[in-house]
């Protein structure tokens, strides 16, 4: 059973045939419509955080292609709470096909997928965000033609969209930087993962607390929310520490000329990203935000074995 928790338990060639096809669909999309290749599979969509983009792209990309999804709202199945993790799998299961699921500790998408009998897509985690990766790498490569010797330039928190990132990056040969606060790290474990894939393809990770560092020669500037989803009670406290860290015209005029900035959204303007950069000649976060629709649709096929 082949399940999407995270980008790191994929190799690079597989991670890289899930891009090609993505890039595929999306030509589809656009000239000839999409093939019914979902039809007759529905997709169960477990959140317990809020969601755009993700629910939105999920179900529009089973309704492209054929097929189905149903939407369970936080307060609806209370994963682990109103009912086991465990027996939610397995009842799910016997009714959708394939299932996403958004939750707040990783180690619960980690659970639904142990008992699940259909595969189980991590829709954001604590710790990671993989679906977010594949589009945002669509997105890059698209811009640039492939990922390689590329300078990825993470500003803000070590949160769980820059882990992804670090992972797709260096797995695909473009150097990762990060600047963050001290005490705002990534994971080390994420970051161990990540030496790892670097290893093998030969990218390198920096890791800065300088803003102004990181982005110089860099392609790709990208930043997220100072406070995710849970985090709310630590809002002031981030609020004072991260201002430095604000993706403004300044900081993109110290990158590569061709720089693009890109943000997963939601986005706090005016927070970590001005209005004028979001609003501006090098932003890619429209684009970014559609590719989730053509990324998942591949990610999709590949779990569903029908492409
Ligand atoms: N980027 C992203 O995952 O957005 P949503 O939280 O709106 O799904
Ligand atoms: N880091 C953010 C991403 C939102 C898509 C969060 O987890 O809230």
Known sequence: MKHF????????AEIQDILDLAIRLKKEHFEHGNPPLFKGKVLGMIFQKPSLRTRVSFDMAMRHMGGDAIYLSPNEIGLGKRESIADIARVMSGYVQVMMARVFEHAHVVELAKWSSVPVINGLSDFSHPCQAMADAQT???KFGSMKGL???YVGDGNNVAVSL???????GANFTIANPAGY???AVAIETGKKLAVVSGAKINLLTDPHEAVKGAQVIYTDTWTSMGQEEETAKREAVFPPYQVNAKLVSEADKDVIVMHCLPAH??????????DGPHSAIFP????R????KAVLARLLEVA
């Not at 928790?5 to 690079?12: E, G, I, N, R, T």
């Not at 303007?269 to 979001?278: C, F, G, K, M, S």
Request: proline share 5%; glycine share 0%; charged share 20%.
């Open 185 to 187: 790290d990534m994971p």
């Open 151 to 153: 300078t990825v330039s």
């Open 293 to 296: 629709l053509h990324a998942q």
């Open 288 to 291: 970014q935000a559609h590719n």
């Open 269 to 278: 303007r005016n927070h970590e990203l001005t209005d004028d950069v979001a």
């Open 5 to 12: 928790l995270d980008v790191a338990d994929y190799s690079p």
């Open 140 to 142: 890059i490569i698209e």
């Open 166 to 172: 670090m992972h797709i990056a260096v797995m695909l």
